[in-house]
């Protein structure tokens, strides 16, 4: 078989991307590809990941796959492990930021951020860890600046991201030396991800804060690229990055 992504720090390594129909995601996607490795998109939309995968080339999967969805999520490692080897690098990036009030009106969109934020990151890395044992992996959980600070009106996702942090850290501990754990924490990114928001002023506000300074998927994407091809003597744990102007 020819092998199209041969050169880079990459070649030969397999990547797993949750939430690479968009955002983050589809960026990670193209920048890991760029750095030779072979990748799996997983998401909802499927023909958003088949066209992500038709640009990216040979070797590359697209699986549908609901994170909260652990049957999916079962069958899409068995498809990584037969038709690519397995993985070696997971990214935990499916996320939705249902920003609002706390209180009954948004109590199911405080559970499907737990569900989605949380539990999906929780059950996709158990099902991926037996293949990231293999040889050494990287674990990266895409948290969020609400991961270190929490705000009024943010209190449902910042659970969610400090959850993600606490239960990265002792991952970190737990898997060491042979799984190396990352967390991303993002800023404000210009992606889909406050489409869906539907308190309408709190859309706005986010909207508006966004669109004075957001920094781009492809930032972010470097970042993780750079970060999972750093020598495995080291790894860098915990990564901030804000846009310049963002205050807190
Ligand atoms: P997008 O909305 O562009 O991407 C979110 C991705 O998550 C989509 O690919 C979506 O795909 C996927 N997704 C949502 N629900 C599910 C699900 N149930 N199962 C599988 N996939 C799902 O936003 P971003 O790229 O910004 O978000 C990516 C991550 O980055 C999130 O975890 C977010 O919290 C985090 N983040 C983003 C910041 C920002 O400012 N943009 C800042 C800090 C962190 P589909 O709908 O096709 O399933």
């Known amino acids: 078989m020819v092998d199209d992504h041969a050169a880079g720090p990459g070649a030969g390594q397999v990547a797993v991307i949750t939430g690479a129909s968009s955002g983050i995601g589809a960026a990670t996607a193209r920048a890991l590809t760029a750095q030779g490795y072979r990748v799996a998109l997983l998401a909802r939309r499927v023909d958003r990941l088949e066209q992500l995968a038709t640009e990216l ?3 590359t999967l697209a699986i549908a796959a609901d994170v909260t969805d652990r049957d999916a999520l079962l069958a899409a490692a068995d498809r990584v492990q037969r038709e690519l080897g397995g993985a070696d690098v997971l990214v935990n990036n499916a996320g939705v930021m249902l920003l609002g009030p706390f209180g009954s009106e948004q ?11 949380l539990l999906g990151a929780m059950t996709a890395t158990e099902v991926f860890l037996p293949q990231l044992r293999q040889g050494g992996g990287d674990l990266v959980n895409i948290s969020s600046v609400a991961g270190r600070t929490a705000r009024a009106g943010n209190a449902a996702y910042a659970a969610t991201k400090w959850g993600m942090n606490g239960w990265s850290e002792a ?40 669109a004075q300074l957001a920094i781009t998927a492809e930032d972010v994407a470097d970042v993780i690229a750079f970060a999972v091809t750093r020598p495995r003597r080291m790894t860098l744990n915990e990564i901030l990055i804000r846009p310049t102007a963002q205050p807190g």
């Open 57 to 59: 080339g040979s070797g």
């Open 107 to 117: 109590r199911e969109e405080a559970r499907r951020m737990v569900e989605v934020n």
């Open 171 to 210: 991952l970190r501990q737990e898997l060491q030396p042979d799984i190396r754990v990352t967390v991303i924490e993002p800023g404000a990114v210009a992606t889909e991800l406050t489409d869906h928001i539907t308190d309408p002023s709190t859309k706005q506000n986010t909207e508006q804060f966004y």
